[in-house]
């Protein structure tokens, strides 16, 4: 199955003042996810103790913190998270800051 990284597909699973996530969860065991930050948003940040997961920024500047480390971020950047190590993305800019993320299927919900 071929998708776009502009357009990965799946449906909306929120929307609100901070973000748009989109997820694709055609496939077993990955989901496949958009997230559309907007301007001078974060997500709330998480981890997951046994998933690792990866994101492709696709569009726009950021900073991701990975554990206790911050770094900017900005379109063809790839960031790999281990298993169990806290993340989170800012936004601290006017412009959307659009990533696709990589990750073993689980319940969303908690985050």
Do not use: W
Not at 19 to 42: A, C, E, G, M, V
Request: aromatic share 10%; hydrophobic share 35%.
């Amino acid at each position: 199955m071929k998708v776009n990284i502009k357009d990965v597909g799946g449906k909306i699973t929120k929307d609100n003042a901070t973000y748009i996530l989109q997820d694709n969860n055609l496939l077993k065991n990955l989901t496949l996810s958009s997230t559309f930050l907007k301007p001078h948003q974060s997500t709330r940040g998480h981890s997951h103790a046994d998933l690792e997961e990866v994101y492709f920024f696709t569009k726009g500047i950021g900073i991701m913190t990975l554990g206790e480390e911050s770094f900017p971020v900005e379109q063809n950047d790839i960031v790999l998270i281990p298993s169990g190590q806290f993340h989170r993305v800012i936004n601290d800019t006017d412009e959307m800051l659009e990533f696709v993320c990589v990750f073993q299927k689980y319940d969303r919900s908690s985050d």
